[in-house]
């Protein structure tokens, strides 16, 4: 038994051997009729016997310290220190027990005069409250920090604090963010404070635009000489802003001029809500008070695409994106035709839909290079769209059939073009020859009509990229005609028996399809006797309404053909009665 204690105690001394004394817990000091009183707190040390509480005094906190006095009794919490002349003193605390091995710890050395000020850093608007922040007063006496709300009538104590160095107000009304001013007092066990912090209030924010032809808002920071300076933060200012209630993000922007941020994503009738926000360099972040603003702007044109245009007879057909967007002011359809530009003024009410028909003037042979669509908005804005050009198609006779080739459909978007070849027939119907070609060219090798030309026409499909919409543009029609052969009798009577030897013309072995066609006859004289720009009108044998005499008469006939040959005939004819 005596063994087994006799362990233990070995045990113990063993393990007192390697610990320290813990020091005192100083508090803090006091002036009191010129003297400086120390507060301390003691605490347990059960590694043996007490001795004493020693104090250490010097009048420079980098030493040396003299010992000032030594307490022996243990339940002391408190020495007065005679200090007439009021001079700075630094004190510490030890314990000595009767401990061999071990290390006495000192407390914390505090002078005789009352703890640092504090420095308030922000006042910070979160959420509808204000969040007073500062940084830690560096006196390690400091068991607490007052903030005080400054007013016309006084300062006032809103509440105490220990270890936090923020504190959130709540209730503030918000008319009243950016007017309510505070400060921060720091103090001790012993009663003492510091002197007051600066008085600190929020930083406020304002703005003005997003009115009119002005989209942009301006924002700018409201200062006063108490608010927080939100310059002096570590990191960048942020924008943060809330659309129609919607939650804060943050936003892009640009300076303006002087400490101006300008922000342009606004849509007209949204009403907006800002702040800025900073960063300490120990992650703390301030905020301005909240900005709210109502866009109240002329919607600008936004750009839309122009799928193609079609030329059908006298009308051009432009169908477009549908955007929603606001009516403009002035719009025209410029047109390019061999390098020269026409203007065609629009009604603004075209553009309620999604595509336009307007009159085309001129041939509709006449080849269009490009066409475009100029908008003007009420702010004087030009929108142009893309640049876009039809489809026309040529027809020739080839080689084992009819070639036909045609320019592409042309409008600078992203989809897919192809092309349909049909044959319109002499009733005016259609005859797929050919479909979802992407070539520019066919032949057509089918058997032609048995009358009249040979007539095609394209249409082009567009199908914009990611979409199942597809938009036809259709061709003008191109004619292959038969080149036409004419024959003459040499003699007619107005008396045959046959209706077609009573009269004298041209017989063709085609329905022609002429242009500039003049007919003329002349007596043996030379004096003209009859004329025609009708090929279904020919000479009956009479001059004047009355009988032409029988005898020799010369005729001449000229003709432009479809192809553009010119063709003439000279001969004579005779008239028997």
Same mark, same amino acid.
């Given at each position: 038994?005596?063994?087994?204690?006799?362990?233990?105690?070995?045990?113990?001394?063993?393990?007192?051997?390697?610990?320290?004394?813990?020091? *005192?817990?100083?508090?803090?000091?006091?002036?009191?009729?010129?003297?400086?009183?120390?507060?301390?707190?003691?605490?347990?040390?059960?590694?043996?016997?007490?001795?004493?509480?020693?104090?250490?005094?010097?009048?420079?906190?980098?030493?040396?310290?003299?010992?000032? +006095?030594?307490?022996?009794?243990?339940?002391?919490?408190?020495?007065?220190?005679?200090? *007439?002349?009021?001079?700075?003193?630094?004190?510490?605390?030890?314990?000595?027990?009767?401990?061999?091995?071990?290390?006495?710890?000192?407390?914390?050395?505090?002078?005789?005069?009352?703890?640092?000020?504090? #420095?308030?850093?922000?006042?910070?608007?979160?959420?509808?409250?204000?969040?007073?922040?500062?940084?830690?007063?560096?006196?390690?006496?400091?068991?607490?920090?007052? #903030?005080?709300?400054?007013?016309?009538?006084?300062?006032?104590?809103?509440?105490?604090?220990?270890?936090?160095?923020?504190?959130?107000?709540?209730?503030?009304?918000?008319?009243? &963010?950016?007017?309510?001013?505070?400060?921060?007092?720091?103090?001790?066990?012993? $009663?003492? !404070?510091?002197?007051?912090?600066?008085?600190?209030?929020?930083?406020?924010?304002?703005?003005?635009?997003?009115?009119?032809?002005?989209?942009?808002?301006?924002?700018?920071?409201?200062?006063?000489?108490?608010?927080?300076?939100?310059?002096?933060?570590?990191?960048?200012?942020?924008?943060?802003?809330?659309?129609?209630?919607?939650?804060?993000?943050?936003?892009?922007?640009?300076?303006?001029?002087?400490?101006?941020?300008?922000?342009?994503?606004?849509?007209?009738?949204?009403?907006?809500?800002?702040?800025?926000?900073?960063?300490?360099?120990? $992650?703390?972040?301030?905020?301005?008070?909240?900005?709210?603003?109502?866009?109240?702007?002329?919607?600008?044109?936004?750009? %839309?695409?122009?799928?193609?245009?079609?030329?059908?007879?006298?009308?051009?057909?432009?169908?477009?994106?549908?955007?929603?967007?606001?009516?403009?002011?002035?719009?025209?359809?410029?047109?390019?035709?061999?390098?020269?530009?026409?203007?065609?003024?629009?009604?603004?009410?075209?553009?309620?839909?999604?595509?336009?028909?307007?009159?085309?003037?001129?041939?509709?042979?006449?080849?269009?290079?490009?066409?475009?669509?100029?908008?003007?908005?009420?702010?004087? !804005?030009?929108?142009?769209?893309?640049?876009?050009?039809?489809?026309?198609?040529?027809?020739?006779?080839?080689?084992?059939?009819?070639?036909?080739?045609?320019?592409?459909?042309?409008?600078?978007?992203?989809?897919?073009?192809?092309?349909?070849?049909?044959?319109?027939?002499?009733?005016?119907?259609? +005859?797929?020859?050919? !479909?979802?070609?992407?070539?520019?060219?066919?032949?057509?090798?089918?058997?032609?009509?048995?009358?009249?030309?040979?007539?095609?026409?394209?249409?082009?499909?567009?199908?914009?990229?990611?979409?199942?919409?597809?938009?036809?543009?259709?061709?003008?029609?191109?004619?292959?005609?038969?080149?036409?052969?004419?024959?003459?009798?040499?003699?007619?009577?107005?008396?045959?028996?046959?209706?077609?030897?009573?009269?004298?013309?041209? %017989?063709?072995?085609?329905?022609?399809?002429?242009? !500039?066609?003049?007919? &003329?006859?002349?007596?043996?004289?030379?004096?003209?006797?009859?004329?025609?720009?009708?090929?279904?009108?020919?000479?009956?044998?009479?001059?004047?309404?009355?009988?032409?005499?029988?005898?020799?008469?010369?005729?001449?006939?000229?003709?432009?053909?479809?192809?553009?040959?010119?063709?003439?005939? +000279?001969?004579?004819?005779?008239? #028997?009665?």
């Amino acid at each position: 038994m005596f063994l087994r204690f006799l362990l233990f105690g070995l045990t113990v001394c063993s393990w007192l051997s390697a610990q320290e004394i813990a020091a *005192p817990d100083f508090l803090c000091t006091r002036s009191e009729a010129g003297g400086e009183v120390l507060s301390w707190e003691n605490v347990t040390n059960p590694c043996g016997p007490y001795v004493a509480t020693d104090v250490y005094r010097s009048t420079d906190e980098a030493g040396p310290y003299n010992l000032l +006095t030594s307490i022996t009794d243990l339940s002391d919490t408190e020495y007065r220190d005679e200090n *007439p002349t009021g001079a700075q003193f630094f004190y510490y605390l030890s314990y000595r027990y009767d401990c061999p091995g071990t290390t006495a710890l000192t407390s914390d050395t505090l002078d005789n005069r009352i703890p640092d000020p504090v #420095i308030l850093r922000s006042v910070s608007v979160e959420e509808g409250d204000l969040v007073v922040g500062w940084d830690p007063s560096p006196s390690p006496e400091v068991s607490g920090y007052v #903030i005080l709300e400054v007013t016309a009538a006084g300062t006032f104590p809103l509440d105490t604090v220990t270890t936090e160095n923020s504190y959130r107000i709540t209730g503030v009304p918000a008319d009243s &963010l950016t007017t309510r001013e505070y400060v921060v007092v720091a103090i001790d066990p012993c $009663g003492n !404070d510091t002197p007051q912090s600066q008085i600190t209030s929020a930083t406020g924010l304002t703005g003005s635009g997003g009115t009119g032809c002005t989209s942009e808002v301006s924002l700018t920071r409201v200062q006063t000489a108490t608010s927080t300076n939100l310059d002096t933060l570590a990191e960048p200012l942020l924008l943060f802003a809330s659309v129609d209630g919607g939650p804060f993000t943050e936003q892009p922007y640009r300076m303006g001029g002087g400490d101006t941020l300008v922000y342009d994503e606004g849509n007209d009738g949204e009403t907006i809500c800002f702040y800025q926000q900073g960063q300490y360099a120990t $992650g703390e972040t301030v905020r301005t008070d909240t900005f709210c603003i109502t866009l109240d702007i002329v919607p600008p044109l936004r750009p %839309f695409d122009v799928y193609g245009i079609e030329v059908n007879g006298s009308m051009a057909r432009l169908p477009f994106e549908a955007t929603n967007n606001p009516l403009p002011v002035q719009a025209r359809l410029e047109l390019y035709r061999r390098g020269v530009v026409e203007e065609l003024p629009l009604l603004p009410d075209d553009f309620a839909v999604s595509g336009l028909t307007v009159p085309f003037a001129g041939s509709p042979q006449e080849i269009i290079d490009s066409a475009r669509l100029v908008l003007e908005d009420a702010c004087g !804005d030009i929108l142009i769209t893309n640049t876009v050009g039809p489809v026309y198609l040529f027809a020739s006779p080839g080689a084992g059939g009819t070639r036909l080739d045609w320019t592409p459909l042309v409008n600078n978007l992203p989809g897919t073009v192809t092309y349909d070849v049909l044959r319109v027939n002499p009733d005016g119907s259609f +005859t797929s020859l050919a !479909d979802s070609l992407t070539d520019l060219t066919y032949l057509d090798q089918s058997a032609p009509p048995t009358e009249g030309p040979n007539c095609y026409v394209i249409t082009a499909n567009y199908s914009p990229a990611d979409t199942d919409s597809s938009f036809p543009f259709l061709s003008n029609v191109a004619c292959v005609f038969e080149e036409p052969e004419v024959f003459f009798p040499n003699v007619f009577s107005p008396a045959a028996q046959q209706p077609e030897n009573r009269v004298f013309g041209p %017989f063709f072995n085609a329905a022609p399809q002429l242009v !500039d066609y003049e007919f &003329l006859i002349f007596n043996r004289w030379g004096a003209l006797v009859f004329s025609s720009d009708n090929p279904g009108l020919p000479w009956t044998g009479r001059i004047d309404g009355r009988p032409a005499a029988s005898g020799t008469y010369l005729y001449t006939l000229k003709y432009t053909t479809p192809t553009g040959n010119l063709s003439q005939r +000279t001969g004579v004819v005779h008239l #028997i009665r």
